[in-house]
C-alpha cells in the first residue's frame, strides 16, 4: 500500500507543470533522434544532458528517461514504412513490419507496433515498481565489500557490450577507469595524471566526456565517411495506424506474455540493451513462436516480439540503476551521470529519504505516463514525425555540432571545456575507427571512483585482507557471477576456434 501511496504521490508530481513540459520535450526529442539513422537515443539523451544543469533532478531525469523511453519506439515507423530503421534495435521490425507495407498492410503493421511497445511498457514498468523495493532492502544490507563486487559485477557487462571484439571492450574499459583516476585523489589527496595543469585537478566533468565520445566522435565519423546518403521516403506510402482487434490480439497471447517477460528480466541483466533484448526476443520467437515457420514474410509476432523486447527494456534497466547505482546500458550510463552532475547517487539510500523517495517514485510514475504519451503521440503525429527524415544531412550534423559545443561550454562557461571536448570528439573518432566500443569506457569513467572508494574503504575496514571478498557471502557470489561472466565469452571463443588446415608449399 505504501508503495501505491509512493507512487501516486509521484504522479501528481509528473502532472505538475515543470516535470509534464520536460516529458512531453524528452518524448518529441527521442521519437525525432530515433528516426535518424546515425543519431540514435543514446546521443539524445547525451546531447540533452548538458541543458539539465540548471534544472531541479526531478524534470532533469524525467526529460532524460521520457527520451530513452521513446528512441525505443519511434524508430518502427520509418522501419515498417520506408525499410530504413533508425536504430539497430529497429532491424527485426522492418523483416516483417515492411513486408506488411509491401502487401499494403503498413496502418496494421503500425498499430501491432503501438500495442506491443504499450504493453511491454506498461508491463516492465508495473514489474519496475514491484522489484524496487526488495531490491533497495537487500542493497541496505551491502556494505563497502558488497559495493565493490556489485561494481565489479557492473564492469563484467562489458561481456555483453564487447561487440566483435572482447580484447577491444576490455582495453576499452581500461582506458575509461584511468581517466577516472585524473585529478586529485579523495583520500590522500595527492595529484594522479595532472601534469600540473590546473584544469585538470578536479578532474574531468562527465558531460563533457560523454558529448565528446557520443556526440562529437559521432559527427567527425560521419563526416570522415562522406555523411551517407538517406534514401527520402516515397510520398505514395500511406501513413496512418489501425489497431488490431481483440481477437487478433488473444490470437498471439504466448508472444505478448512470453515477449515481455524477457524484455524485462534482460533489461535487467547489465549490457543487455534494447537492441540485444529486440534481436533475442524475436530470435526466441522465431524458435518457439506458433508460426515461427513465417516470421520474415510478414506476420504479426515478427513486429510485436522485438518491439516488446526493446521497450520492455527501459524499465528493465532502471531497477538497478536506482537500486544499485548500477548502469545496464549507454543510455542508463548517461542518466547516472545525470545523478551524479546533481550531487545524488542513486541506490537504496533514495528509498529511506523522504525527499528522495518523491523524486524516485516521480520518475517511476513518469515511465507509466510516458509510454502512454509516446504512444498518442505516435498515433497523433505520426506523419509529421516522420518528416525529420527529409531534414539535409549537413545541416542536422551543423546542428548537432553546434548542440555538443554549446552543452560543453554551458556548464562552467569554460573554453577549456571545449578543448577537452574536442579531444574526446577525437577519441571518439579514433574507438569508431578502429572498433573499439565506446560503452564500457563509459561505464569505467562513471563507475571508477565508486569502485575506488568501496575498494579503499574494505582495505581499511578489513586491515587489507583482500580475501574479504570471497568470504562474504554476497560479495562472494558476486565475484563468482564475474568471474564467470568474464570468463565465458573467453572460452567459447577459444572453443569456437578451428585449426587452419595446412597447405601443401609450407603455407598455413
Known amino acids: 500500500m505504501d508503495v501505491l501511496n509512493s507512487l501516486g504521490s509521484g504522479l501528481l508530481h509528473v502532472f505538475s507543470l515543470g516535470d509534464f513540459s520536460m516529458l512531453l520535450l524528452g518524448l518529441l526529442i527521442g521519437m525525432a533522434v530515433s528516426i535518424m539513422p546515425g543519431l540514435g537515443l543514446v546521443m539524445g539523451v547525451v546531447l540533452a544532458l548538458p541543458f539539465t544543469y540548471r534544472m531541479p533532478i526531478e524534470p532533469a531525469i524525467i526529460l532524460l528517461t521520457a527520451i530513452y523511453v521513446s528512441g525505443t519506439y519511434a524508430g518502427c515507423f520509418t522501419a ?152 527520402k521516403p516515397p510520398d505514395d506510402v500511406a501513413v496512418g495506424t489501425s489497431f488490431p482487434s481483440l481477437r487478433e490480439m488473444w490470437s498471439i497471447r504466448s508472444t505478448f506474455i512470453r515477449s515481455s517477460i524477457l524484455g524485462t528480466i534482460l533489461g535487467i541483466v547489465p549490457g543487455a540493451g534494447a537492441t540485444i533484448t529486440s534481436f533475442i526476443s524475436y530470435g526466441i520467437e522465431k524458435q518457439y513462436g506458433k508460426r515461427r515457420d513465417q516470421l520474415g514474410k510478414g506476420v504479426p509476432e515478427g513486429i510485436v516480439a522485438p518491439q516488446i523486447g526493446s521497450t520492455a527494456s527501459v524499465a528493465g534497466h532502471m531497477i538497478p540503476l536506482l537500486t544499485l547505482g548500477l548502469p545496464g546500458s549507454g543510455a542508463t550510463a548517461v542518466i547516472l551521470g545525470a545523478f551524479l552532475l546533481h550531487g545524488v547517487q542513486p541506490g537504496p539510500l533514495l528509498f529511506t529519504q523522504p525527499d528522495s523517495k518523491i523524486v524516485v517514485y516521480s520518475i517511476l510514475a513518469s515511465l507509466f505516463v510516458g509510454v502512454i504519451g509516446m504512444c498518442v503521440m505516435g498515433f497523433v503525429w505520426i506523419k509529421v514525425v516522420v518528416k525529420v527524415l527529409k531534414i539535409p544531412q549537413p545541416l542536422l550534423v551543423a546542428i548537432v555540432m553546434v548542440f555538443c559545443i554549446v552543452g560543453a561550454y554551458a556548464d562552467r562557461n569554460s573554453m577549456n571545456d571545449v578543448w577537452i571536448i574536442v579531444v574526446f570528439g577525437v577519441l571518439g573518432f579514433l574507438f569508431e575507427r578502429f572498433r573499439f566500443p565506446i560503452a564500457p569506457m563509459v561505464l569505467g569513467v562513471i563507475l571508477g571512483p565508486l569502485a575506488e572508494s568501496s575498494f579503499i574503504q574494505t582495505m581499511v575496514s578489513y586491515n587489507n585482507d583482500w580475501t574479504i571478498f570471497l568470504r562474504h557471502p554476497i560479495s562472494g557470489t558476486l565475484i563468482g557471477l564475474s568471474i564467470v561472466a568474464l570468463a565465458y565469452p573467453l572460452v567459447r571463443e577459444i572453443l569456437g576456434r578451428k585449426p587452419k588446415p595446412i597447405l601443401l608449399g609450407g603455407e598455413s
Do not use: C, H
Open 80 to 231: 515498417i514504412l520506408y525499410r530504413i530503421p533508425g536504430e539497430p534495435m529497429d532491424v527485426p521490425l522492418l523483416w516483417d513490419g515492411y513486408s506488411m507495407t509491401q502487401r499494403g498492410e503498413a496502418a496494421k503493421a503500425l498499430g501491432w507496433a503501438l500495442v506491443a511497445a504499450l504493453t511491454g511498457g506498461l508491463i516492465s514498468s508495473a514489474v519496475m515498481v514491484a522489484l524496487a523495493v526488495p531490491f533497495s532492502n537487500a542493497a541496505l544490507k551491502f556494505g563497502p565489500p558488497e559495493y565493490f563486487a556489485a561494481v565489479f559485477f557492473g564492469f563484467t557487462s562489458i561481456a555483453a557490450l564487447a561487440g566483435k571484439s572482447f580484447v577491444n571492450a576490455f582495453i576499452s574499459l581500461l582506458i575509461g577507469l584511468w581517466i577516472a583516476t585524473i585529478g586529485v585523489d579523495q583520500t590522500y589527496s595527492a595529484q594522479r595524471f595532472t601534469f600540473g595543469m590546473p584544469v585538470l585537478m578536479g578532474g574531468l566533468p562527465y558531460v563533457v566526456i560523454l558529448v565528446g565520445m557520443y556526440g562529437l566522435g559521432e559527427l567527425i565519423s560521419r563526416v570522415g565517411r562522406g555523411l551517407p546518403k538517406i534514401e
